[in-house]
């Protein structure tokens, strides 16, 4: 399978389910994730073991106790997995997602992982560019307004993500201007950095995964809606913020992570969303309980 998406049309079965691809999806030169029930797995703690079940979720249980049905997305971290586990798991008929950073950056990478001679952590942080601390993390919010962001982060998107054949990014911190970022960000400029960042995937045949844009509490998601290809977001059961992603419902496929919440709290309102539901431990180590 190539790193280009397969243009998909009509309805498919995959793993036993029914689901209908995205009306505008022909028109795409990448891969747009197919409306319905999709099984997917999140794992970024550590690089995907393609002979474990627990990493590929291929042990799983539905929370009716039956087995459920293989991933045929897998979301992993683009830095610390190799070109050949994408590989890999296109020879399966699966799509997969780069995870990165967007709007920080921490210093959890060497040079060698990444494969180039001066970390993206360290290029932004020579470019002067860090702002306040994140909380709880050992990162630091990005001027987002930069044109050294831009360049740095888009070069990561091609290097992490392109040139080892993923077929979708997903963006995280692309939503931090209500946070004490350090600098006077707006919901203009995060939307003038997303847009950026989304029509340069595009370019490189990636689709975008806008991530949690229902934090925010306004219309970020909505207003991001033209050129997010899908959504992932985490715990809107938890916090009562599914409503904010009403523009996605029926329209593009939205995958939510709940964390505290037990399956039978969620799952009927993911079901009955259209979301594709399933619980995580905060370590995103493997373990899953999806909903469908």
């Given at each position: 399978?190539?790193?280009?998406?397969?243009?998909?049309?009509?309805?498919?079965?995959?793993?036993?389910?029914?689901?209908?691809?995205?009306?505008?999806?022909?028109?795409?030169?990448?891969?747009?994730?197919?409306?319905?029930?999709?099984?997917?797995?999140?794992?970024?703690?550590?690089?995907?073991?393609?002979?474990?079940?627990?990493?590929?979720?291929?042990?799983?249980?539905?929370?009716?106790?039956?087995?459920?049905?293989?991933?045929?997305?897998?979301?992993?971290?683009?830095?610390?997995?190799?070109?050949?586990?994408?590989?890999?798991?296109?020879?399966?008929?699966?799509?997969?997602v780069c995870y990165i950073e967007v709007g920080a950056a921490g210093d959890y990478y060497s040079a060698a992982d990444e494969g180039i001679a001066t970390t993206y952590y360290d290029q932004l942080r020579e470019a002067g560019v860090f702002g306040k601390k994140v909380s709880?993390?050992?990162?630091?919010?990005?001027?987002?307004?930069?044109?050294?962001?831009?360049?740095?982060?888009?070069?990561?998107?091609?290097?992490?993500?392109?040139?080892?054949?993923?077929?979708?990014?997903?963006?995280?911190?692309?939503?931090?201007?209500?946070?004490?970022?350090?600098?006077?960000?707006?919901?203009?400029?995060?939307?003038?950095?997303?847009?950026?960042?989304?029509?340069?995937?595009?370019?490189?045949?990636?689709?975008?995964?806008?991530?949690?844009?229902?934090?925010?509490?306004?219309?970020?998601?909505?207003?991001?809606?033209?050129?997010?290809?899908?959504?992932?977001?985490?715990?809107?059961?938890?916090?009562?913020?599914?409503?904010?992603?009403?523009?996605?419902?029926?329209?593009?496929?939205?995958?939510?992570?709940?964390?505290?919440?037990?399956?039978?709290?969620?799952?009927?309102?993911?079901?009955?969303?259209?979301?594709?539901?399933?619980?995580?431990?905060?370590?995103?180590?493997?373990?899953?309980?999806?909903?469908?």
């Open positions: 399978m190539s790193s280009l998406a397969r243009i998909v049309a009509g309805l498919c079965v995959v793993a036993g389910f029914a689901i209908q691809s995205v009306p505008h999806a022909a028109a795409s030169s990448w891969w747009i994730p197919l409306l319905g029930s999709q099984p997917w797995q999140w794992e970024l703690s550590h690089p995907l073991r393609l002979s474990n079940a627990r990493d590929m979720g291929t042990n799983d249980k539905l929370p009716n106790g039956h087995p459920a049905p293989a991933p045929v997305v897998y979301d992993i971290d683009g830095i610390i997995n190799p070109a050949s586990t994408v590989a890999a798991l296109h020879a399966e008929d699966k799509h997969v709880g993390y050992p990162e630091f919010y990005l001027d987002i307004r930069s044109p050294s962001t831009v360049s740095i982060i888009e070069s990561m998107i091609d290097q992490q993500c392109a040139s080892k054949g993923f077929d979708a990014v997903e963006t995280d911190i692309d939503e931090e201007y209500g946070d004490n970022t350090g600098f006077p960000l707006t919901k203009a400029d995060q939307e003038q950095y997303m847009t950026t960042l989304a029509n340069y995937m595009h370019g490189l045949g990636l689709g975008w995964w806008i991530k949690n844009p229902d934090d925010t509490g306004d219309s970020y998601a909505t207003d991001m809606y033209p050129l997010a290809d899908a959504v992932l977001t985490e715990q809107c059961n938890q916090f009562s913020s599914c409503g904010l992603l009403s523009a996605y419902e029926g329209h593009k496929a939205v995958f939510n992570a709940e964390y505290h919440l037990a399956t039978s709290a969620f799952c009927r309102n993911d079901d009955a969303l259209g979301f594709n539901g399933a619980r995580f431990n905060l370590g995103l180590t493997g373990v899953r309980k999806p909903c469908q």
